[in-house]
């Protein structure tokens, strides 16, 4: 049984390019609205809240997310103020799914009606497909949105599949809706069911690194002393109380964000899986954020001894998707497929510290 120390308040320490014939995909950039940055509805980043469960993306007059369902996918459409926009007969919604081995399969979308009996208060464009044998991120999906804008809505997204989003009544047994609401018996606004314990503070970090966190904070969690206040996270006295928490703190598991890869801490061990995550470190430029053995730019937490402080399973989460994972971090979504993300684990896994009291932060 795990002691939690008396002193201590646990809490948690966080598809529509129509691809047309090549001819279309040729098209001049220039055309295309780009989207200002992609990230996950999950979160409740740059004030869009949890919805569907789908990906967020962001252009300058819109927001469009994009849920990829075992038997479909959908793309709900918004204004810059994250209204709806019911769509007139102008507006195309096209999605192509791209795979490795080059097969591209177009999808055509169509409006489905708001139906609120069914807890669906808004509209959105829908396409049948069978995601259920879909790898994470073993696909893309190419959009293309046209009629809402001047020029056309382009952006691309990994294909990641996930059930809707439900919500239901915290005080009653209401039948779960797709979209929070007020009950209709108590009035109470409903909640989004996830089996994600909040802060997932367990899925996040590696409990031995927690302990020593706790015990030094200030020591262990910045690369540089100045670079930002110093944080007001009391330090732990003693090592059992740390230890203690610590254990607390890793049965909280994020499993929405952060699903555990069986096998994935054996990475490390595979020379080649290694070699070829060192080579896509290299060629992905990740020093142009993080500092490496003294070498790369402090934009975000330095990598040495990072195998120590992360899980295999975190850090694979985190490259396939880091909106998802962190919501509004400028880590960029590269949009991995599933083999560079694990090989990028793989190394990064073999990066552990001579002492477990790394200065690397976060």
């Known amino acids: 049984m795990l002691r939690i120390p008396r002193r201590i308040a646990p809490a948690a320490l966080l598809a529509f390019s ?61 204004d810059k103020v994250q209204q709806s926009i019911e769509p007139s007969d102008d507006v195309t919604v096209g999605m192509v799914l791209e795979s490795r081995t080059g097969d591209d399969v177009p999808l055509t979308m169509k409006y489905v009606q708001p139906d609120p009996e069914k807890g669906h208060t808004l509209g959105y464009f829908s396409a049948a497909y069978d995601f259920s044998a879909v790898e994470e991120n073993a696909m893309k999906a190419v959009l293309r949105i046209a009629g809402l804008t001047e ?48 802060g997932g503070a367990g899925s996040r970090c590696r409990p031995e690194w927690l302990s020593q966190y706790l015990l030094a904070p200030e020591n262990l ?22 230890r203690d928490l610590a254990a607390y703190l890793h049965t909280l598991r994020d499993t929405v964000r952060v699903p555990n890869v069986a096998g994935a801490e054996a990475w490390a061990d595979d020379s080649v899986l290694v070699a070829n995550g060192a080579g896509l470190f290299d060629q992905y430029q990740c020093r142009g954020c993080h500092v490496l053995d003294g070498r790369g730019n402090e934009v975000g937490p330095a990598l040495d001894g990072v195998a120590d402080r992360r899980p295999a399973s975190y850090v694979m989460a985190l490259l396939r998707a880091p909106q998802t994972v962190i919501p509004g971090t400028p880590m960029e979504d590269k949009h991995l497929w599933n083999e560079e993300a694990h090989a990028l684990s793989a190394y990064l896994m073999t990066l552990r510290s001579p002492s477990k009291t790394s200065n690397s932060y976060k």
Do not use: W
């Open 221 to 242: 969690r910045y690369a540089s002393e100045g670079r930002r206040p110093r944080i007001r996270m009391p330090r732990i006295e003693g090592r059992q109380d740390a």
């Open 18 to 78: 129509l691809v047309f014939a090549s001819s279309a995909r040729a098209q001049d950039a220039k055309e295309l609205e780009k989207p200002e940055h992609e990230e996950s509805a999950a979160g409740h980043s740059h004030g869009m809240s949890e919805i569907h469960g789908g990906r967020v993306t962001m252009t300058p007059t819109h927001h469009f997310e994009v849920l990829f369902a075992p038997t479909e996918a959908r793309v709900y459409c918004y």
């Open 151 to 198: 020029k056309p809505i382009e952006f691309k997204t990994n294909v990641t599949v996930s059930e809707p989003a439900s919500y239901a009544c915290p005080m009653n047994d209401s039948a779960p809706v797709a979209e929070p609401m007020a009950c209709p018996k108590c009035g109470m606004k409903m909640v989004r069911q996830e089996s994600a314990k909040k």
